[in-house]
Structures are given as structure tokens and as C-alpha cells.
């Protein structure tokens, strides 16, 4: 009985990885960071992810208090935050916020004030889901673990 709870989360997981990498919303760079995750250092990978999406909230206010401001123009400014999320979403696999990145900038880049705004519309929409998912997915990589250290006693 115990056997068949932590193959049907680890099922789980392995759909939702594939659900997300069909989707494009990750790429291989996140299989290789799951690489990296071992019995020394079991939660690796959730641990990286929490600080991009720690460090990922404070870039995108500063992105949104830079596009609200009435006189807003300094995009070169802009430009050096959206280079650091998009470094920071290449490093953990988070292929569709990367590519939002890529042309929220290139809208910074013609000082294109409209263009901008869409972008991180978009960029705070693929944020949501990435973050969204990735907690489904650690929490049933969380229940798989404590599923498979469960022992019951027997009964004789």
C-alpha cells in the first residue's frame, strides 16, 4: 500500500515537469539544477527556487515603482533590472519569464513607455504561474518524501 502512494506522487510530479517543459515555462537548466539536489542536500532545489522568487519580488516592484513614476525616464536603469531577472530565471530553467524578459527589454530599450507596461503585464502574469506551479510541484515532491518515510507497523 505504501509503495503505490509515493509511486502515484512521484507520477504526479513527473507529469507536472512535463506539463511545464510542453508548456515551454521551463527548460533543461531546471533539470539540471534537480541534478544537483542529493541526500546531503534534499531540499536543493526549493531552497534555490525561494530565493528567485524572493529576489524576483523585489525586481519586479522596482520594475512597476520605475513604470509608475509620472516622469519616469531612465530605462537604462530599467534595463539593468530586467538583465538581473532575466540571469536569474536562465539559472533556475524559467524558460517563459526569461523570454517576457527578453522583450520587456527590448520595449526598454526604444524607451517604449506602452510597450513596457504590456511587457510586465505579461512578465507579472508568466511570474504568477511559475510560481504557482513550482509550489504544487515542491509540495508533492514534499508529500512523496514523507510518504516513503512512513513505516507501518505489521500485524501478525
Do not use: T, W
Request: hydrophobic fraction near 40%.
Amino acid at each position: 500500500m505504501l509503495g503505490l502512494g509515493v509511486d502515484r506522487l512521484r507520477a504526479d510530479m513527473n507529469r507536472l515537469l512535463a506539463l511545464l517543459f510542453h508548456q515551454g515555462v521551463l527548460d533543461e537548466q531546471f533539470l539540471q539544477l534537480q541534478q544537483l539536489q542529493d541526500e546531503s542536500s534534499p531540499n536543493f532545489v526549493s531552497e534555490v527556487v525561494n530565493i528567485y522568487f524572493h529576489e524576483s519580488e523585489k525586481l519586479l516592484k522596482n520594475l512597476r515603482g520605475f513604470l509608475m513614476e509620472r516622469e519616469f525616464s531612465d530605462y537604462k536603469k530599467m534595463g539593468i533590472h530586467l538583465n538581473q531577472f532575466m540571469g536569474s530565471s536562465s539559472s533556475i530553467g524559467a524558460k517563459r519569464v526569461r523570454n517576457v524578459c527578453v522583450a520587456f527589454r527590448a520595449a526598454s530599450e526604444q524607451n517604449n513607455r506602452a510597450g513596457c507596461l504590456r511587457a510586465l503585464e505579461l512578465l507579472e502574469h508568466e511570474y504568477c504561474y511559475l510560481k504557482n506551479k513550482l509550489h504544487e510541484l515542491f509540495q508533492i515532491q514534499q508529500q512523496r518524501v514523507l510518504a516513503a518515510g512512513v513505516i507501518y507497523p505489521m500485524h501478525n
